[in-house]
T-cell receptor, first 113, second 112 residues
Framework: DAGVIQSPRHEVTEMGQEVTLRCKPISGHNSLFWYRQTMMRGLELLIYFNNNVPIDDSGMPEDRFSAKMPNASFSTLKIQPSEPRDSAVYFC???????????FGQGTRLTVV | DAKTTQPPSMDCAEGRAANLPCNHSTISGNEYVYWYRQIHSQGPQYIIHGLKNNETNEMASLIITEDRKSSTLILPHATLRDTAVYYCIVRSDGGSNYKLTFGKGTLLTVNP
């Protein structure tokens, strides 16, 4: 298995533009998580899905952020409009079920200028 | 989930055992201790987890005290590639309400 695949690996965009980050989970994994990492705040859980349904989005910073999981093999995290303070590394992680560990992707480094 | 306390940084000589402590004095009976690590610029990587018994796998050993209020992750023969931030996480398992909440972790530097 190729693991959790995130795209793009790097994204540079101008303030005000829409940004879409993508995640392909490991096949068969039914839980998916989006994290954001910055030097100041560390690793923060933004939202997680179970069986494609959002379970907890309390970590989503504001309405500019939205996440979807239309099917078991794909998820997106969208920021619209983007702001410089959104600059961070965004990680997607997936988990196969109860009593199993989470596997993280390599992350998307987002820079908003 | 119970909170954890870890030293911000530690050093270890290459080839020696690295012992990373974690305090989780408010842990409850159904909460597991998980360890992850994050090598620079990569996503976090699972290492090991346990409930009350000591655990060992190909990467590390996990020693949990009898009262479960603290634990130690042991890397028996640290290498330069083990330099990373190590996170100790306490959480309940089971069900769909799954969260992994990361603290600041311990930056382990393995020196040649």
């Amino acid at each position: 298995d190729a693991g959790v695949i995130q795209s793009p690996r790097h994204e540079v965009t101008e303030m005000g533009q829409e940004v879409t980050l993508r995640c392909k989970p490991i096949s068969g994994h039914n839980s998916l998580f989006w994290y954001r990492q910055t030097m100041m705040r560390g690793l923060e859980l933004l939202i997680y899905f179970n069986n494609n349904v959002p379970i907890d989005d309390s970590g989503m910073p504001e309405d500019r952020f939205s996440a979807k999981m239309p099917n078991a093999s794909f998820s997106t995290l969208k920021i619209q409009p983007s702001e410089p303070r959104d600059s961070a590394v965004y990680f997607c992680a997936t988990r196969g079920g109860v009593f199993t560990e989470a596997f993280f992707g390599q992350g998307t480094r987002l820079t908003v200028v | 989930d119970a909170k954890t306390t870890q030293p911000p940084s530690m050093d270890c000589a290459e080839g020696r055992a690295a012992n990373l402590p974690c305090n989780h004095s408010t842990i409850s009976g159904n909460e597991y201790v998980y360890w992850y690590r994050q090598i620079h610029s990569q996503g976090p990587q699972y290492i090991i987890h346990g409930l009350k018994n000591n655990e060992t796998n190909e990467m590390a050993s996990l020693i949990i005290t009898e009262d479960r209020k603290s634990s130690t992750l042991i890397l028996p023969h640290a290498t330069l590639r083990d330099t990373a931030v190590y996170y100790c996480i306490v959480r309940s398992d089971g069900g769909s309400n799954y969260k992994l909440t990361f603290g600041k972790g311990t930056l382990l530097t393995v020196n040649p």
